[in-house]
């Protein structure tokens, strides 16, 4: 391992916080700034060109496989590398966020894997980043346990074989730390801070448990961009001396730039890549952002109206099956956001049979793998899987040679039946206000009408207003969406909230900001990229 110098990161803004030092070490902070220096003018770069190809999207108004990388997609000997023995039974993963209940919990779950999540699932206080990191490592060390405040309950880990497998997410490639400034005043990017700081403290722990440092890497816009996460991996393994191929990234395929690069995405991984997996509501986002000036037949009904099922959605689904096996990787399904109810037996009984279904649908169509959001939804999942798979770890070997997707199917919004509803546009704006409130007081994973919703619900609540207002939508009950209707619309919320809390919890919560903030990114003419952007400036802490 290089000798550790001092770091040339400082630490900005931010209160000290208890065990900080067993994170932020010189040496894991040299790590980091070395990431900084050698890998941020590129990221920068591929920032740059997202908005190019956003440009080009939107003077065109189409998508195609790409021309120049034809002979990766032609040539049919490349395989990704075998997936090692932790990851290659992976039939039910749930996700959500590093807190310290969470992670015995989710450890504990009965899940083949773990979503550790830096990303959507958390919101990004200087608290959350650090003190998640600390959580993973007390967890691989056996040092964690947690009492419930409220209940006394007590968590700790069952036996290590009980365990699930940990896939780390970090943030994507937009977003930064401002509490980690290089020399020069620049801002890390959350990416690098929180791949570095996990990678660097548990790699050799984790290969000393017969694990491995394996990521999950949100946002890919293009084969670009992986390729740089490839060779941030292989500068990260020479650095800490283990051998190249350590590493293992499942990459979502949740744009919709992506979803025409799926060969490529892997070919540069493929020393490194273990899977894609098919993420529902930051891949609608997506296809709002990138198709907004688009048209009518860009335009998107109600989110809750746009199952998997939909053709475009299932075109999707079914092209990342057949590429993942072609290439011996895994593919993983998506999310059962369901939270139980404890008061309404009824209500779970629906929804049960509604998330039994997508996960029948998903191993009947070759996935080997699909997430959940609550430990009660994995043996439902599981029972799925179990059904298909057998004794088998997963269904690789089914080649789906059957699927033939053509580049017009990705993006045939038009094919859905479905239109936006003035019950749509309420429902936008209350998960929308009810979110960002949260995830203002440092929650990023939130219950909201019985769902677990993260960064990318309100992304694609806040971009469908925004849409409609922009095409001009009229709903089903005769009202075009406007900018004085949504307006209307969210301060019916708002005082909604008040009177459904209280004044005491009213006050004491961040509703009016969140309240305005959501109108912000949903009413600017220029649409923002990312809603957590101008959220993370208002973000304490």
Request: hydrophobic share 45%.
């Amino acid at each position: 391992m290089s000798a550790p110098a001092p770091s040339p990161l400082a630490i900005v803004d931010a209160e000290p916080l208890p065990r900080q030092e067993e994170v932020l070490t010189d040496a894991a902070l040299a790590f980091v700034a070395e990431l900084h220096r050698r890998f941020t003018p590129r990221r920068d770069e591929l920032l740059a060109r997202r908005a190019e190809r956003r440009a080009e999207i939107a003077r065109t108004s189409t998508l195609d496989f790409l021309p120049e990388t034809a002979q990766i997609r032609e040539d049919p000997t490349w395989r990704v590398a075998p997936a090692p023995a932790a990851l290659n039974d992976r039939r039910v993963e749930i996700t959500g966020p590093t807190d310290r209940k969470m992670t015995i919990n989710a450890l504990n779950s009965g899940a083949k894997v773990w979503l550790a999540d830096f990303e959507d699932a958390s919101a990004p206080t200087w608290e959350n980043v650090v003190l998640g990191q600390l959580n993973l490592i007390d967890a691989y060390t056996r040092n964690i346990d947690f009492t419930d405040p409220r209940s006394g309950k007590s968590y700790a880990l069952k036996a290590d074989e009980e365990l699930a497998t940990v896939v780390m997410r970090p943030r994507g490639w937009h977003l930064n730390e401002r509490h980690l400034v290089g020399a020069s005043g620049t801002q890390v990017p959350g990416a690098l801070v929180d791949f570095g700081l996990y990678f660097f403290h548990n790699a050799q722990r984790l290969l000393d448990l017969g694990k491995g440092p394996y990521f999950y890497l949100p946002k890919t816009e293009s084969h670009l961009e992986a390729r740089l996460w490839n060779e941030v991996f292989v500068f990260a393994q020479d650095y800490v001396g283990i051998p190249q191929g350590t590493i293992r990234a499942t990459v979502l395929i949740e744009t919709i730039t992506a979803a025409y690069e799926m060969e490529e995405i892997l070919y540069e991984l493929r020393d490194h890549a273990s899977g894609l997996n098919a993420g529902r509501w930051d891949y609608l986002f997506s296809i709002v952002k990138n198709f907004r000036d688009g048209g009518p037949k860009f335009v998107l009904p109600d989110r809750n109206a746009v199952t998997m099922t939909a053709p475009f959605m299932r075109a999707y689904t079914e092209l990342l099956v057949r590429t993942c096996h072609k290439r011996g990787a895994h593919a993983i399904g998506g999310m059962a956001a369901f939270i139980p109810s404890r008061k309404d037996a009824e209500v779970n009984k629906v929804a049960f049979e509604k998330v039994r279904a997508d996960k029948d649908r998903e191993a009947n169509d070759g996935f080997d793998g699909s997430w959940v959001a609550h430990p009660d939804l994995v043996p439902i999942a599981m029972e799925s899987f179990d059904r298909v798979l057998g004794d088998k770890p997963n269904q690789k070997d089914r080649l789906r040679e059957d699927v033939e997707v053509k580049a017009e199917d990705l993006i045939a919004i038009d094919s859905l039946d479905a239109k936006p509803t003035y019950a749509g546009l309420v429902n936008a704006v209350q998960v929308g206000i009810r979110y960002i409130e949260a995830w203002l007081r440092g929650l990023g994973a939130v219950a909201i009408f019985n769902l677990m919703e993260d960064a990318a619900t309100a992304e694609i609540s806040r971009s469908q207003i925004w849409q409609w207002i922009n095409a001009g939508v009229v709903l089903d009950n005769g009202e075009q969406v406007t900018a004085e209707l949504a307006r209307k619309v969210a301060a019916e919320e708002l005082a909604a909230i008040h009177a459904e809390i209280g004044e005491e919890a009213f006050a004491a919560g961040n509703w009016q900001q969140a309240h305005d903030l959501l109108l912000k990114v949903s009413l600017d003419e220029d649409y923002a990229d990312f809603l957590t952007l101008p959220a993370y400036e208002q973000l304490k802490g």
